[in-house]
């Protein structure tokens, strides 16, 4: 234990002494240097309106098939907004594990205690290839982190490449969704974590929360970001 001790302040020390050498700038706003390896700023985080992580929001969402509870960690203002933007197309791995981890603070044990793994929602290979990596992968990564929970990128896999769910209406993202998703290993009796951005109507989720209660798992969460918002490519 005191060995332990000691490596954990020499590790922080260190962690200080390299922020102090090399100033951070914030993801964000851009703004003046910070001495921290966070990639957000203080100002900017405090902009983000946190909500009730823990209230179960499924009355909010219009497609909730297999889905048992629906938390998100903000609501969706400018500074956010700005966020997932940044996440999706410039890129910024290191900020999605950095949110991941700051969602997972924000919840309390027995909430949930019955996840054995986290599965970020997939990418089909093609939209993959365009933008080099998964955001909810690192949201995945950095909530695996804070809760203590194994990621399961390899889960599932989309294996049909859809469009942009942003003007679809119900029966059209329904429609777009059938059959997008492949399940690569047995799930039975397991309670999974399903992480992504944001989250609108719920249909993307909602499809593959069937696919895993359709193969035997017991309960499905869904955890995003953000609360839903009217543009969106859920």
């Known amino acids: 234990m005191v060995a332990f001790s000691h490596n954990w302040s020499l590790k922080n020390t260190g962690i200080a002494f390299i922020s102090l050498l090399f100033p ?9 240097e910070f001495h921290s390896l966070d990639p957000v700023c203080c100002d900017c985080m405090k902009k983000m309106t946190e ?16 889905i048992d509870y629906a938390y998100t960690g903000w609501d969706f203002g400018s500074e956010l907004r700005m966020v997932i933007h940044t996440l999706k197309y410039e890129v910024q791995a290191r900020l999605g594990f950095f949110l991941g981890l700051k969602l997972g603070e924000m919840f309390s044990p027995i909430r949930i205690q019955h996840v054995d793994g986290i599965v ?4 089909h290979f093609v939209k993959f290839r365009e933008r080099g990596y998964n955001q909810a992968e690192w949201i995945a990564k950095g909530l695996g982190e804070a809760l203590i929970l194994p990621v399961w ?3 599932i896999k989309r294996v049909k490449y859809t469009v942009s769910q942003t003007t679809l209406d119900r029966q059209e993202r329904v429609k777009n969704l059938n059959r997008a ?8 009796d397991q ?18 929360a069937t696919v895993f209660k359709n193969a035997g798992a ?14 969106s490519n859920d």
């Open 120 to 123: 970020p929602a997939p990418l």
């Open 51 to 66: 909500i009730d992580v823990e209230k179960n929001r499924m009355d909010e969402l219009g497609i909730k098939d297999g």
């Open 218 to 231: 017991k309960v499905i969460y869904a955890v995003t970001l953000a609360t839903p918002m009217e543009e």
């Open 153 to 155: 990128s390899s889960l």
């Open 24 to 32: 951070n700038q914030c993801l964000i706003c851009e703004g003046g």
């Open 191 to 208: 309670g999974i974590l399903i992480v992504d951005d944001v989250i609108n109507t719920g249909s993307t989720i909602s499809f593959m």
């Open 181 to 188: 998703f492949q399940l690569k290993k047995i799930v039975i």
